[in-house]
T-cell receptor, first 112, second 114 residues
Framework: KNQVEQSPQSLIILEGKNCTLQ??????????LRWYKQDTGRGPVSLTI?????NTKSNGRYTATLDADTKQSSLHITASQLSDSASYIC???????????FGRGTSLIVHP | DTAVSQTPKYLVTQMGNDKSIKCEQN?????MYWYKQDSKKFLKIMFS???????INETVPNRFSPKSPDKAHLNLHINSLELGDSAVYFC?????????????FGPGTRLTVL
């Protein structure tokens, strides 16, 4: 069964600290993995995308990693800011399918 | 310019009513989607349309009917609304065949059924 599991479910950190969010998947055959950021009251917005051959990709203070062998990905946020408070959703696409598989998201709260 | 827009943003209605949510995209995409996000923030796909044809119809009640007058619009009509229909509904679009098929989401419509 194609599934995407994210951990932790929620996370609270202080402004300026780093954090790492995890994503494990069983989707097969693998095509690509995206991390989306969803601010409260808004739709998800893509942060990064990774394909099978990529193991690290950065977007500003966001760095995503992918281990296609263990089917794990992580999203590392450096020097967190209040604006990082959001839900982060891991989405994995299967080769040949229009429809990606969504994780349940990690809710991140950054406190001043 | 708004890439994917939805109307209304908020919808409050009584059980048993019929309502519609509209979605429009100006990205030139050929595939559009409707998602339901429940109170636990899980996004679940409901429908997908490619070039005005339904290509995915996940197991949703037939009270929900998508309508696509053209490939820039995908509306969602809901008959006989129930309490459990309360959720945030997101429209999204993508371009099939484009590299990595990124979906662009609208701002969502929060539906509350009383």
């Amino acid at each position: 069964k194609n599934q995407v599991e994210q951990s932790p479910q929620s996370l609270i950190i202080l402004e300026g600290k780093n954090c790492t969010l995890q994503c494990n998947y069983t989707v097969s055959p693998f095509s690509n993995l995206r991390w989306y950021k969803q601010d409260t009251g808004r739709g998800p917005v893509s942060l990064t995308i990774m394909t099978f051959s990529e193991n690290t990709k950065s977007n500003g203070r966001y760095t995503a990693t992918l281990d296609a062998d263990t089917k794990q990905s992580s999203l590392h946020i450096t020097a967190s800011q209040l604006s990082d408070s959001a839900s982060y959703i891991c989405v994995v696409s299967r080769g040949g399918s229009y429809i990606p598989t969504f994780g349940r998201g990690t809710s991140l709260i950054v406190h001043p | 310019d708004t890439a994917v827009s939805q109307t209304p943003k908020y919808l409050v209605t009584q059980m048993g009513n019929d309502k519609s949510i509209k979605c429009e995209q100006n990205l030139g995409h050929d595939t559009m989607y409707w998602y339901k996000q429940d109170s636990k923030k899980f996004l679940k796909i409901m429908f997908s349309y490619n070039n005005k044809e339904l290509i995915i119809n996940e197991t949703v009640p037939n009270r929900f009917s998508p309508k696509s007058p053209d490939k820039a619009h995908l509306n969602l009509h809901i008959n006989s609304l129930e309490l459990g229909d309360s959720a945030v509904y997101f429209c999204a679009s993508s371009l099939q065949g484009a590299t990595y098929n990124e979906q662009f989401f609208g701002p969502g419509t929060r539906l509350t059924v009383l």
